[in-house]
């Protein structure tokens, strides 16, 4: 039987730090709401699988209407966010296991504020998950770094480092059982929940430094510079 692939796409922040009337996802990039580009994007990576887009109670009305005014078509479902990241893709994973009939394959999981996702890392990625729990895009470091002490701060080796990205992919039965585990603040992804659950053989793929998470003023004019260069 063909296993069923799933991406779920986390939209239920709040953006505070891009601040603006509304949570950035659903902030003009190129003439419409940002959710769209990412859709957009992640089914052309993977045109099979399920996509999962989790939004905060609050906002799915207005999604819906926002859908209808730009005759948005790409199939997806729409599932309740949470609290943190986290308690939002483990409403996505309760979905999944609630609707699934025999054994999903992969879910992979992504950052709504990721427009530039391109098919060439989400292949890259799909790839690296052979023979291991899980892959993630990862990027070495430009700038210096230094771990803050209570006596000051001391400058650390900045290649035993990376900053890591989304899409992370996962087989769906182990992300599944990480996520049963009690919920912890410091899980900003789901490397780390894997992690904490002992799924430890996690395959780090070459990020792609376009691939920028909007997060700060002034990201979003980037974002579109970097979607032009495609
Ligand atoms: N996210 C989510 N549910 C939450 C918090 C975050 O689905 N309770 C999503 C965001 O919508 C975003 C992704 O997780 O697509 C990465 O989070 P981040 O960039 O930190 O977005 P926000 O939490 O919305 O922004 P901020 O931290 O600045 O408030
Ligand atoms: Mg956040």
Known sequence: MQRMNYQIIVAAGSGSRYGGNMPKQ??????RPLLMTTIERLHKCDS????????????????RQMSDEYSFAIKHTIVVGGATRAASVKNAIDHIE????????????HDAARPVITPKLFKAIVDGLDGYDGALPACKLSDSIRRIETTGSVAVDRSLYRSVQTPQIFHADILIDAYR????PEFTDDASVMEAAGYTNLCLVDGDPH????????????????????
């Open 48 to 63: 099979e699988s399920e996509i999962i887009v989790v939004l905060s109670l609050d906002m799915t009305d207005e999604w």
């Open 211 to 230: 691939n920028i998470k909007v997060t700060n003023p002034g990201d979003m004019a980037v974002a579109e510079l970097y979607l032009s260069l495609l």
């Open 181 to 184: 585990q009690p919920l912890r």
């Open 26 to 31: 659903f902030c003009d990039l190129n003439g």
């Open 98 to 109: 609630r609707s699934t009939c025999g054994t999903p394959g992969w879910i992979s999981i």
